[in-house]
């Protein structure tokens, strides 16, 4: 077992000081890196002031309408009112709960190896037996689609409150969505009055070179879901839509959904440093070309290809024997990779956006020689 004692930029370091690559953000969440000195500043400035009081709506916390105005300003028009969390799996099932209340519906429909989180409702939506069934019986009228396959959105009618989808499908091994597939699922939705849910837990924040991959595609959905990156590495989470849309939370009953901690003065502090430092910073529009130099530098015998859009990226190998024996092999070299829980024979490679290309090429050369 490592324990690390501090981080810094793109490292982790352990009691001894040896310095290790996050080349994972810690699951797509440390995306402007360990202890970005804007985020630290943000913390304990609003620490100083104050940490906690009631969220329910009483009393305007400051933190939370600064990061709201942030946001505000830069998602479309119809992405306005922010319900702000505790995490990604939260948002997740403030979505179900909004789009069962607007819609008046029951029905949700979710992608075959999608991952939404791991509390009931979200684990509802997860399609793989070996995860879920344990936990049977889950929440009931929960149907499934495949993903890029236009013939399964027939499960989509006028009895469905809500399409929970990933723009890019994390678990099954960073796998984009298709713009047919995408511009197909928006128009079934449209006709049959159901609500688009776009996960974007794991895309958003710039991961993609975009601040939400919905952006790749010019399709935008009736509600979108951000945490991880978020938050500048505190937690967060939010579900996001239109004004109209979330007032179906605001009666009968009054309080259609609380949360004692969620929009928390700290996190929505830190969330509000971390947006302004990737937004004011050139970090989004560096990606493309650091996502092409993973790609060119990771040749070699046992990597069958690399799937993803920018700096998430899925690299393919013959067996989980051999990522067992790469990640291993990688930690003592002093990188930190993962893999997939629906792909486990692909590393995971989700750096800090502010991986430099010099320390790309370092951390490349580590992964091929693990990989010899």
Request: hydrophobic content about 40%.
């Amino acid at each position: 077992m490592y324990e690390f004692v501090r981080g810094e930029g793109i490292y982790l370091y352990d009691k001894k000081n040896k310095p290790y690559v996050d080349l994972i953000s810690g699951i797509a969440v440390n995306s402007i890196g360990h202890k970005n000195k804007q985020v630290t500043k943000a913390i304990k400035k609003q620490v100083d002031k104050y940490s906690h009081q009631m969220v329910y709506g009483e009393y305007i916390v400051g933190p939370q309408v600064k990061l709201a105005k942030r946001l505000a300003k830069l998602l479309p028009d119809n992405l306005q009112s922010f319900y702000f969390l505790n995490s990604g799996s939260e948002a997740v099932e403030g979505a179900m709960k909004l789009a069962k209340k607007h819609t008046g519906r029951s029905k949700i429909v979710a992608m075959r190896n999608a991952y939404h989180g791991s509390t009931s409702g979200a684990l509802s939506m997860m399609s793989d037996e070996y995860y879920a069934g344990p936990f049977k019986p889950l929440l009931p009228n929960v149907h499934f689609a495949e993903f890029n396959q236009l013939e399964t959105l027939n499960v989509i009618d006028k009895n469905t409150a809500a399409v929970f989808i990933e723009p890019i499908q994390a678990e099954k091994g960073y796998i984009p969505a298709s713009q047919i597939f995408l511009n197909a699922l928006r128009k079934k939705c449209d006709d049959t009055g159901t609500l688009l849910v776009f996960d974007e837990i794991q895309t958003g924040v710039g991961r993609t070179g975009k601040l939400y991959a919905f952006e790749h595609y010019n399709v935008v959905p009736d509600i979108l879901l951000s945490a991880k990156a978020l938050g500048g590495g505190m937690p967060i989470g939010v579900f996001i839509s239109s004004k109209e849309i979330m007032d179906s939370l605001s009666d009968n009953p009054i309080l259609g959904h609380i949360t004692t901690f969620g929009g928390h003065a700290v996190s929505c502090a830190a969330g509000n440093a971390a947006i302004k430092f990737i937004t004011k910073s050139n970090l989004m529009q560096l990606v493309p070309a650091k996502e092409a130099l993973f790609r060119e530098l990771l040749v070699h015998p046992k990597i069958k290809g690399i799937s993803g859009i920018g700096l998430m990226l899925a690299v393919q190998l013959d067996s989980f024997a051999e990522v067992e024996r790469t990640m291993k092999r990688c930690i003592e070299r002093g990188v930190i990779i993962d893999w997939f829980l629906y792909n486990m024979e692909c590393l995971r490679i989700s750096p800090p956006l502010i991986m430099t290309e010099e320390q790309i090429r370092e951390v490349c050369t580590t992964v091929l020689e693990a990989l010899d």
